[in-house]
């Protein structure tokens, strides 16, 4: 089946700094990567749609400026967090979907700012 | 063994058991739903899908019943095992929004030898 990378898996940083997630399709070419945020206990909620070559569309409530979305390539898509904070703190995980409209997810980040 | 939805996010069977974990989608114009297993610390996994144009479907050990009238959505595991244990997100996704899922709350399913 198709493969979703997801790097890092986890990641520890500083307040105030910014971390860079990459997602990648593998065996496939992904017109669109979706990103999703999940608190302990909680569901995946979605944060934007990613599509290669234009802007990612954000869902209500989540910050552009703080959450950059790259979408460079039909195989990689990458979220940074800028001036991460602890309440950033979080499981983050993508998707993607390739021409036949099938959706595979990535492994995730655990994100620990402290 | 059988859950609630929103209102009983852990369901606890036992081995063998079989286990039936309900859902209550929010969107009328959804037309594509799919259950997902996830362990802790990992990414989703697709476990059945099944389109509005069905009620029924069924996998290995697995079937997803669909009711459009009451926006439900259910999934039976037959002969529960404690593989099994994780907690499941159903998730619906709107017409014509292709890709974009929007997920449940979630049911922690505890399997007890």
């Known amino acids: 089946g198709a493969v979703v990378s997801q790097h890092p898996s986890w990641v520890i940083c500083k307040s105030g700094t910014s971390v860079k997630i990459e997602c990648r399709s593998l065996d496939f070419q992904a017109t669109t990567m979706f990103w999703y945020r999940q608190f302990p206990k909680q569901s995946l909620m979605l944060m934007a749609t990613?599509?290669?070559?234009?802007?990612?569309?954000?869902e209500q409530g989540v910050e552009k400026d703080k959450f950059l979305i790259n979408h460079a390539s039909l195989t990689l898509s990458t979220l940074t967090v800028t001036s991460a904070h602890p309440e950033d703190s979080s499981f983050y995980i993508c998707s993607a979907q390739g021409t036949n409209e099938k959706l595979f997810f990535g492994s995730g980040t655990q994100l620990s700012v402290l | 063994g059988e859950s609630v939805g929103l209102h009983l996010p852990t369901l606890s069977v036992q081995e063998g058991d079989n286990s039936i974990i309900n859902c209550a989608y929010s969107?009328?114009?959804?037309?594509?739903f799919i259950w997902y297993k996830q362990e802790s610390g990992k990414g989703p996994q697709f476990i059945i899908d099944?389109?509005?144009?069905?009620d029924k479907r069924q996998g290995q050990r697995v079937t997803v019943l669909l009711n459009k009238t009451v926006k439900h959505l259910s999934l039976q595991i037959a002969a529960t095992q404690p593989g099994d244990s994780a907690v499941y997100f159903c998730a619906e996704m709107f017409a014509g929004n292709t890709g974009k899922l929007i997920f449940g709350q979630g049911t922690t399913l505890q399997v007890k030898p």
């Open positions: 099944i389109r509005s144009n069905m």
């Open positions: 969107n009328s114009a959804s037309d594509y």
């Open positions: 990613s599509n290669e070559g234009s802007k990612a569309t954000y």
